[in-house]
């Protein structure tokens, strides 16, 4: 149990465009999700928290207006990154934390990741 | 934001060798996790630790809940070529709602 599924795995997009990334959870309800981003040989940098049906909640120096994030069922949420730029290149993986018919769950559980590149 | 001190940062090891990893911080976790990441994935959760002074194994895999719940360590024995990969520590405190700190990873490279 506890997976996590993640859509597009890739993407490449023109500058200025948006691109939006998927993160669903496939066996559990996530009460909670996470949007990650993490550069070459880096750990992983928290851009903000989303609680189901509430405003996500950013991390300083993420911009709310350009990492747009909607977490609007138990099992679904997206992250807009809005007019992409070179520099919003990076791998972006999500992380949900919820229950199951057996539990609550404290552990965060991955996404897959997306490997965004911006031209 | 903050990270754990974890370390070593890499590892070169030959197949069938142990290895040792661990994490510190000034700050009290109630809860440790440790994840290995493979290139282009994201990081699978290998152990879960909730209690102080807890030992807690996975296959070849043990990890303890330091019992001043500020470390934590991750034992891998008779490594394999398939370990390579990173592994990260991350700590989940009262204070920091359901936000995890992470540690910056260690690389471990597994000669055959």
């Known amino acids: 149990g506890a997976v996590v599924s993640q859509h597009p795995s890739w993407v490449i997009c023109k500058s200025g465009t948006s691109v939006k990334i998927e993160c669903r959870s496939l066996?559990?309800?996530?009460?909670?999700m996470f949007w990650y981003r993490q550069f070459p040989k880096q750990s992983l940098m928290l851009m903000a928290t989303?609680?189901?049906?509430?405003?996500?909640?950013?991390e300083q120096g993420v911009e709310k207006d350009k990492f747009l994030i909607n977490h609007a069922s138990l099992t679904l949420s997206t992250l807009t990154v809005t007019s992409a730029h070179p520099e919003d290149s990076s791998f972006y993986i999500c992380s949900a934390r919820g229950f199951s018919g057996r539990g609550s769950y404290n552990e965060q559980f991955f996404g897959p990741g997306t490997r965004l590149t911006v031209l | 934001g903050q990270q754990l001190n974890q370390s070593p940062q890499s590892m070169f090891i030959q197949e069938g060798e142990d290895v040792s990893m661990n994490c510190t911080s000034s700050?009290?976790?109630?809860?440790w996790l440790w994840y290995k990441q493979d290139p282009g994935e994201g990081p699978v959760l290998l152990i879960a630790l909730y209690k102080a002074g807890e030992l807690t194994s996975n296959g070849r895999l043990t990890a303890q809940f330091g019992i001043t719940r500020k470390d934590s360590f991750l034992n891998i024995s008779a490594s394999i070529p398939s370990d390579v990969g990173i592994y990260f520590c991350a700590g989940l405190r009262e204070t920091s709602g359901s936000r995890l700190t992470f540690g910056e990873g260690t690389q471990l490279t597994v000669n055959p």
């Open positions: 700050s009290i976790f109630n809860t």
């Open positions: 989303s609680n189901e049906g509430s405003k996500a909640t950013y």
């Open positions: 066996d559990f309800q996530a009460t909670t």
